[in-house]
Each structure stands twice: as structure tokens, then as C-alpha cells.
């Protein structure tokens, strides 16, 4: 599976974005996606995942509230829309695939990873 992130930029505080997720190479409806983020000098943090129908979402803590992770599995594309967002979230955002079809917050379980996209948000 091949993943392809967009939609990162520069954004105000309070602003929103949506970022993209798409995927090729294989089916990409049975696959568990999550999104993940690493700020400079930080570990790559979990953010929000989606199970294989789209019915089970799990958020972190910090994001609950202002991100929603959704997918197209006809589309073969899974989102994050970001709302109010803080200088904090900002970070390179990426994307990734589990063959497990559920969801999961842990970086290790997931098989297949997108290039990252950049979220800067000002003050």
C-alpha cells in the first residue's frame, strides 16, 4: 500500500484544516488507518485512528473535541479535518495503514506510512 498525505500549511491559531490521506496498491478497505504527528525534537505521537468501516474512532486526549478522522473507502482516502487548532498542534502530520482492521494508537502496529505533511500553526 502506497500512502500519499496532503493538505498541510500554515494556518492561524483558531483556524482549521483538512488533511488527506490517499492510497493505492492494494484494497484499502479492510485496512485500520491512523493518523500520527511528530513536532521537531519530539517522538512521533499517536492523534486519532479509524477502524476499517468507519465506525469505531479513537482520538488523543489533546485533539478530542477539535480533530475528526473520517474515511472514503470508495475513494480509497481517509481524512483529519482539524478545527480550532493551537500552536501546539503544530508538527509533520502523517498517515498510516494496518492490515488489521481495527483501530490502534500504537505506531509499531501499523504496516504502511505516508510521506508526512506540515501543519504549522501561528500565534
Known amino acids: 500500500v502506497q500512502l500519499q498525505a496532503s493538505g498541510g500549511g500554515l494556518v492561524q491559531a483558531g483556524g482549521s484544516l483538512r488533511l488527506s490521506c490517499a492510497a493505492s496498491?492494494?484494497?484499502?478497505?479492510?485496512?485500520?488507518m491512523g493518523w500520527f504527528r511528530q513536532a521537531p525534537g519530539k517522538e512521533r505521537e499517536f492523534v486519532a485512528a479509524?477502524?476499517?468501516?468507519?465506525?469505531?474512532?479513537h482520538y488523543a486526549d489533546s485533539v478530542k473535541g477539535r480533530f475528526t478522522i473520517s474515511r472514503d473507502n470508495a475513494k480509497n482516502t481517509v481524512y483529519l479535518q482539524m478545527n480550532t487548532l493551537r500552536p501546539e498542534d503544530t508538527a509533520v502530520y502523517y498517515c498510516?495503514?494496518?492490515?488489521?482492521?481495527?483501530?490502534?494508537?500504537?505506531?509499531?502496529?501499523?504496516?504502511?506510512w505516508g510521506q508526512g505533511t506540515l501543519v504549522t500553526v501561528s500565534s
Open positions: 498510516a495503514a494496518r492490515v488489521d482492521a481495527s483501530y490502534s494508537r500504537a505506531p509499531y502496529e501499523y504496516d504502511y
Open positions: 479509524i477502524a476499517w468501516r468507519g465506525d469505531i474512532t
Open positions: 496498491g492494494r484494497p484499502f478497505g479492510r485496512y485500520g
